[in-house]
């Protein structure tokens, strides 16, 4: 599911910087999609920490050939040693592990969180093991589609804007968030578009 204000949003980024003219330009007819199930982003969220798009996408399948219903309780009757052999570390199981008993005992209660706002959303994720801000980040973006997320900690957005805007020298936080002032409301469809620029695979969770 695309969002609905994709349309809006690239027709103002496009408006206001030259780069995201370009990359709209560059990758047009490719929008961030949602898989409607917040267990499976939130779990792919997971995998992804710390590793390339490419070898979280190689693991992940490696795991859905192992557990093809990806669902709470599949996953947390699973031996462990049947998804270290897909990949995943020690630690990430554990997090994998403590996600599927949240869901399962009622903790993350999806129906609440359209009413919440980002921050509120990040600090109840959190409370699971494994599950920080840009986990979190990455939830509002790819399930509930949120519109103005600006994952600071992303080391793929760190890279895309240096190599776009900063001439490939070093940027810290304080310098995104100003260099992103402009996108907003639309820091996710910038953030996205970035991430695109880096990679021949689509980001998805």
């Not at 370009?22 to 007819?29: C, K, P, R, V």
């Not at 409370?127 to 080391?155: C, N, S, Y």
Request: hydrophobic share 40%; glycine share 4%.
């Amino acid at each position: 599911m695309t969002p609905e204000y994709w349309t809006q949003a690239t027709q103002e980024l496009a408006a206001c910087d030259r780069v995201m003219l370009q990359l709209i330009q560059q990758f047009e007819g490719s929008t961030l999609t949602s898989r409607g199930c917040a267990f499976t982003t939130l779990a792919r969220s997971i995998v992804g920490q710390q590793i390339s798009v490419k070898a979280a996408e190689s693991v992940w399948q490696k795991v859905i050939r192992a557990i093809p219903d990806i669902e709470p309780h599949t996953v947390a009757a699973k031996e462990p040693d049947l998804l270290r052999a897909c990949g995943l570390s020690a630690r990430k199981i554990t997090y994998l592990q403590d996600l599927s008993r949240n869901f399962m005992e009622g903790n993350l209660n999806e129906t609440g969180w359209s009413n919440m706002d980002d921050e509120t959303i990040i600090t109840q994720l959190s409370q699971v093991k494994g599950i920080g801000r840009w986990t979190a980040e990455m939830f509002l973006i790819f399930h509930l589609q949120r519109p103005d997320v600006l994952p600071l900690d992303d080391i793929g957005l760190q890279r895309a804007i240096s190599l776009h805007y900063l001439d490939k020298q070093s940027v810290d936080k304080k310098t995104m968030i100003k260099l992103a002032q402009p996108w907003q409301p639309w820091r996710s469809v910038a953030t996205w578009y970035l991430w695109r620029s880096l990679d021949p695979l689509p980001v998805e969770y």
